[in-house]
């Protein structure tokens, strides 16, 4: 195994538009949480999900932002309707209940809107 | 409302002129506290994990520590390759969610 991966790396899309992306964890791995990171911040916590399940969500989070993770496996992230301040970097990672909650992170999706 | 602050915002250093990042943090009750680094352009790399005051992790050149109010990371004669942003992250009682401050922007001069 590889790692976290991401797709797609960088996403260019017109405010308005619905963009959608996906995140890949370690297979063995349980746990799953999505971020956000703009310029010189830390990355900003967005969900987790535990397998399957969704099981907490920031209070931040407009509700243009759903996200999904099918059987426990893959989750995907969909904004709709997206603004210009939704540019950002989307941070995924994954980590295994048990260990020293060790997240491994991948290598983000970049997305600008114009 | 847990809170995570990091000092300095960033730090230059010569190579091997050790030095200490700081994060001091607020939260209900820790579960746990987290150092990452990060990389231009890259996903935060997992560094340590501690879990209670007077806990302390090493790796290589790095030394992490932890009180009850702040952590320090401590770089020893540090090299070029050292140089990134150190992140700090909190995770307390009754959430999943991860806490992360601004972090440390550091640059080591050969």
């Known amino acids: 195994d590889t790692g976290v991966s991401q797709d797609p790396r960088h996403k260019i899309t017109k405010r308005g538009q619905n963009v959608t992306f996906r995140c890949d964890p370690i297979s063995e791995h349980n746990r799953l949480y999505w971020y956000r990171q703009t310029l010189g911040q830390g990355p900003e916590f967005l969900t987790y999900?535990?397998?399957?399940?969704?099981?907490?969500k920031s209070r931040l989070l407009s509700d243009r932002f759903s996200a999904e993770r099918p059987k426990g496996s893959f989750s995907t992230l969909e904004i709709q309707r997206t603004e210009q301040g939704d540019s950002a970097m989307y941070l995924c990672?994954?980590?295994?209940?048990?260990?020293?909650?060790?997240?491994?992170f991948g290598p983000g999706t970049r997305l600008t809107v114009l | 409302e847990d809170q995570v602050t990091q000092s300095p915002e960033a730090l230059r250093l010569q190579e091997g002129e050790s030095s200490s990042l700081n994060c001091s943090y607020t939260v209900s009750g820790l579960r746990g506290l987290f150092w990452y680094r990060q990389d231009p352009g890259k996903g935060p790399e997992f560094l340590f994990t501690l879990y209670s005051a007077g806990e302390e992790k090493e790796k290589e050149r790095l030394k992490a520590t932890l009180t009850k109010k702040e952590s320090f990371l401590h770089i020893t004669a540090p090299k070029p390759e050292d140089s990134a942003t150190y992140l700090c992250?909190?995770?307390?009682?009754?959430?999943?969610?991860?806490?992360f401050g601004t972090g440390t922007r550091l640059k080591v001069l050969a």
């Open positions: 992250a909190v995770q307390s009682s009754g959430t999943y969610k991860y806490i």
């Open positions: 990672a994954s980590s295994f209940s048990g260990t020293n909650n060790e997240q491994f």
């Open positions: 999900f535990q397998n399957e399940a969704q099981l907490e």
